[in-house]
């Protein structure tokens, strides 16, 4: 009756770290909307139906892929102030798709998004509402307006104006979530 | 020394009409990413030339088709109030998103942004200039506020949870970007 849990060590960690590679190098040859499964697969060594097997879709695992670095069981930032969690909770948002390569990632997935939720945006939605909890029914925030105050103008940037990811981006956006 | 004008009338409004209407075609057919500047030409009758020379490449054709029902010419919501304006506003463009089409072909125009501001960008940041000037050197809210608390959640979610654009979500914005 115990809960899944997905390993994260030994063998599954390295063919996990082989097929990030895989992507990372086949969207910087040939963009993320021409990358395909059996294309990893090829390249990272492994067997295609363990990779359909995970993810089921080559835009699932390019979003996978592209807020890895976001692992969903990193630490959250946790300083006590609901304010300074959310703009360092942001900061990480922001400095991983300052990286080109994320964003491009990014873009490759959006063209292929629309039609269920995916894992990256499943993790943002249940981070949002665990920073969120912390500060209790008096909390002057949803979930929701943390993902359209924070998360969507982080990501509509990134895609759209990433030259404007810039290093205030985070408090300028919490300051208007949370008017002091 | 008048500015130039965009002729929007006659045979030019006929010959935008044909390309528009290739393109919403091919991008039904084929998707968004596969659509090309020639491929269009051939199946709107006219010359690829014409195409290049107004529109530069692909990406800033399909962008500039996801939005054309939101005109740059058209009138914006004056009703009096900077509330009211700006929910009518965002409401036009939740309307917009809400047709699988026009969400498609903003998923294409995504995969190839990033490089410089598209024209669909610029129209939506001049006119939420225009509403928010309205309200003189007292409006409590910049051009920037609204694109990312009003068009980038709205843009958000038109890629990623389409199913999210409710009627509902521009009032819902507008509250939590003007608390009364």
């Known amino acids: 009756m115990s809960a899944p849990v997905r390993r994260t060590g030994g063998r599954s960690a390295a063919v996990l770290s ?3 590679y895989a992507v990372e190098e086949l969207v910087r040859e040939r963009g993320a909307e021409k990358v ?14 363990s990779i ?24 959250l930032p946790k300083t006590g102030e609901l304010r300074a969690d959310l703009a360092a909770w942001a900061g990480e948002i922001v400095e991983h798709y300052r990286k080109p390569l994320n964003a491009a ?42 993902i359209d105050g924070l998360v969507a103008p982080i990501i509509y940037r990134a895609i759209f104006l990433p030259w404007t990811l810039g290093e205030d981006l985070p408090g300028r956006l919490v300051d208007r979530l949370l008017p002091q």
């Open 36 to 49: 395909t499964i059996p294309m990893v697969a090829e390249r990272a060594g492994v067997n295609p139906t």
């Open 18 to 20: 082989a097929i990030r």
């Open 105 to 146: 990632i990014l873009r490759g997935g959006s063209a292929m998004a629309g039609e269920q939720e995916t894992d990256c945006l499943r993790n943002r939605r249940a981070e949002a509402l665990q920073i969120v909890e912390r500060y209790g029914p008096q909390a002057p925030l949803s979930a929701d307006d943390v």
């Open 52 to 75: 359909y097997r995970r993810w089921g879709d080559a835009p699932a695992l390019l979003n996978d892929i592209a807020t890895y670095r976001l692992d969903p069981q990193r630490e």
